[in-house]
Every structure is written in structure tokens, then in C-alpha cells.
């Protein structure tokens, strides 16, 4: 009789597992921080306007600010 396979691969699943969490928790700092638009625009620009030029991660964050100061209803503050 064998054991049932979650425990045949205990220490191996334990260490997915943590590894899936840990995962989850930057994909969720980086969504909350902001980190993960410029990876969204290259997404979409590589997807919607392969020809065009990308901004550089500098160009993409001065862009980003001046937009969101010419339009505030987003924020808080």
C-alpha cells in the first residue's frame, strides 16, 4: 500500500507552495506600487503598435506623472 501523493512529496510541494505565495505577494506589491505599468505598456505596445518605438522606463514614468497631474480625478490628494 503506498501513501496518498501530497505526502509521497511533501517537502517538494511545501516549497512550490511557498514559492507560488511568495510570487503572488510581488505580483501584488508591484500592482499596488505602480511597478507593473511600464511592463503593461510594453505588453501593449509590442501587441497593439509593434512598429512604433517603446519610451525608455524614464520617458514612460515622466509621461505617466504629467498625465496624471493634467488629470487629477484619479488621486487623493
Known sequence: ?????AHQEGPASAGALLWRAWD????????????????????????VHPDRPVM???EFWRDEYRRQDANPEGRCC
Do not use: C, F, I, N
Open 1 to 5: 500500500m503506498t501513501a496518498p501523493r
Open 24 to 47: 503572488g505577494l510581488v505580483w501584488w506589491a508591484k500592482g499596488v506600487t505602480g511597478e507593473s505599468k511600464y511592463q503593461a505598456y510594453l505588453d501593449h505596445e509590442g501587441r
Open 56 to 58: 525608455t522606463e524614464r
